[in-house]
């Protein structure tokens, strides 16, 4: 979207530290320009008021999706991203403040469902997306298979970045429908598509679920025992706020987010600023970290669940060995690209391994919400994931301010080094003082009892039918 040619031209101490092998290899340069004239730093901007509703709608999403169910809630959120993704275009050719200020709609969306404003509707319950699929993976999982099915469903988000990086890269590079405005079409349509689909198939319990087997149902329900969820749990605030597991889990998603927003968003922009690697290239390099990151995601959840199940280790011990791995491992790998200046194989080489280190967070961290709090999982979520996005607005920012007027490698080794150390500090506070216990407040005291009557009745009908009794 960005015409660097005249950003170029005010940015006066930008520096060729790495050779630019397009420039050696072929007379012309032929990557497109694109129609604005926008600096680093506001790029970071632009970047980050994505997040500004996306953080402050995380705790009263989780606590919805409890309350009412994520079905509803995660599906009308991706709809609602869909449309305004649609608008995008329009709105950054109008102006960079309504571009701006889509985002920042975006963002803040609606806090209670039928609210009169659709074009703000949608980022909030976008934003409440990660406290919804929380909340939903505690009513649908079993305890012993927590781990394996909390990787598998959030590869999906590094399956989408595999998946929309090379296709982006394609259409921008690309006259369809404008070039960039393409990607922007492409991707809203296939949203509303989505919605479709998950508005057929989806429910929120596997009790509502008419398809479901007897013999699913009772396995789950008969697996989760004493972590079984209720609907509409009360929650005992104070307890919670003042809970130092809970807050080290805040800190520790606090730093899992800086360092893995900084790779997400400005990866592309080192790759063609600092290593001159092709638009085309771009997508396909930008996206093999994640890939890598999907595949050791999964086969640290199913080796977490097997250590669970032949309880070899206890869980909080699974817990903090896999996070441990994810946060030190990319941590290394980030330094490592400090280390590789110009050296594309090993700059890429670094962030794959990096990326496909921090997998192992869905094993690690991101599962214990769960762990400790399964009738609050979905408001733990808001919580830890509503701190943890600051980083979305921070770190494209501070990205912006190291290297405005100066894209050098040692600009953006400090970029580097930062997010190395922030991996390395949360990852040892989770490492000393986490949990991955089932904690006193975690199954509300005051249940539904009409649901929790339900719930066994179901079981023992469902025996009932098996042995004919």
């Known amino acids: 979207m960005v015409n660097k040619s005249a950003v170029t031209i005010t940015n006066k101490s930008m520096s060729h530290d790495c050779p630019d092998e397009r420039m050696k290899n072929s007379t012309q340069n032929?990557?497109?320009?694109?129609?604005?004239?926008?600096?680093?730093?506001?790029?970071?901007?632009?970047?980050?008021?994505?997040?500004?509703?996306?953080?402050?709608t995380q705790l009263p999403g989780g606590r919805i999706a409890e309350k009412v169910g994520g079905k509803w809630l995660f599906g009308l959120g991706v709809l609602c991203t869909a449309i305004l993704t649609l608008l995008t275009p329009l709105a950054a050719r109008l102006s960079m403040i309504s571009f701006i200020a889509v985002r920042v709609l975006e963002g803040l969306g609606e806090i209670f469902p039928g609210h009169p404003w659709p074009s703000c509707m949608h980022r909030m319950l976008q934003g409440v997306t990660f406290p919804a699929m929380h909340a939903m993976i505690a009513r649908w999982s079993p305890k012993s298979e927590r781990g394996m099915l909390t990787a598998f469903?959030?590869?999906?988000?590094?399956?989408?970045?595999?998946?929309?990086?090379?296709?982006?890269?394609f259409l921008c590079d690309s006259e369809f429908l404008g070039g960039w405005p393409s990607v922007f079409y492409v991707f809203g349509t296939i949203g509303c598509l989505w919605f479709v689909l998950w508005a057929v198939f989806v429910y929120d319990t596997p009790r509502d679920h008419p398809r479901i087997s007897k013999d699913e149902l009772i396995y789950i329900l008969e697996d989760q025992g004493e972590e079984k969820t209720h609907k509409r749990p009360p929650i005992q605030w104070k307890v919670v706020l003042t809970s130092v597991p809970v807050w080290i889990l805040v800190i520790t998603h606090l730093g899992q987010n800086w360092g893995f927003y900084t790779l997400l968003i400005e990866l592309p922009s080192y790759l063609n600023n600092i290593l001159h690697i092709d638009i085309k290239d771009n997508g396909v390099l930008s996206a093999l970290p994640y890939l890598l990151q999907c595949i050791f995601g999964l086969v640290g959840g199913f080796t977490a669940d097997i250590l669970r199940k032949k309880k070899l280790l206890n869980n909080t011990i699974i817990r903090k060995t896999s996070n441990s791995i994810a946060f030190a491992g990319t941590g290394i790998c980030l330094l490592s690209v400090t280390w590789a200046g110009c050296n594309h194989v090993q700059s890429i080489l670094s962030f794959s391994l990096g990326m496909a280190f921090n997998g192992l967070i869905a094993s690690g961290f991101m599962v214990t919400h769960m762990d400790m709090a399964p009738d609050f999982a979905g408001t733990l979520m808001g919580m830890t994931n509503g701190v943890a996005n600051l980083a979305g607005i921070?770190?494209?920012?501070?990205?912006?301010?190291?290297?405005?007027?100066?894209?050098?490698?040692?600009?953006?080794?400090?970029?580097?080094?930062?997010?190395?150390?922030?991996?390395?500090?949360?990852?040892?506070?989770?490492?000393?003082?986490?949990?991955?216990?089932l904690q006193p407040w975690g199954v509300a005291k005051v249940h539904d009892y009409c649901f929790v009557e339900s719930q066994y009745k179901n079981i023992q009908e469902v025996d009932d039918d098996k042995t004919g009794s």
């Open 30 to 56: 032929n990557e497109k320009d694109g129609e604005f004239v926008w600096d680093e730093t506001q790029q970071g901007l632009i970047l980050g008021f994505f997040f500004f509703g996306y953080v402050i």
């Open 153 to 169: 469903i959030y590869s999906g988000s590094q399956l989408g970045t595999v998946i929309s990086m090379p296709i982006s890269a």
């Open 394 to 437: 921070l770190a494209p920012y501070a990205v912006g301010i190291i290297t405005e007027h100066k894209q050098t490698l040692h600009q953006w080794n400090i970029v580097f080094y930062i997010s190395a150390c922030v991996y390395f500090f949360t990852g040892a506070l989770f490492m000393l003082f986490g949990t991955a216990e």
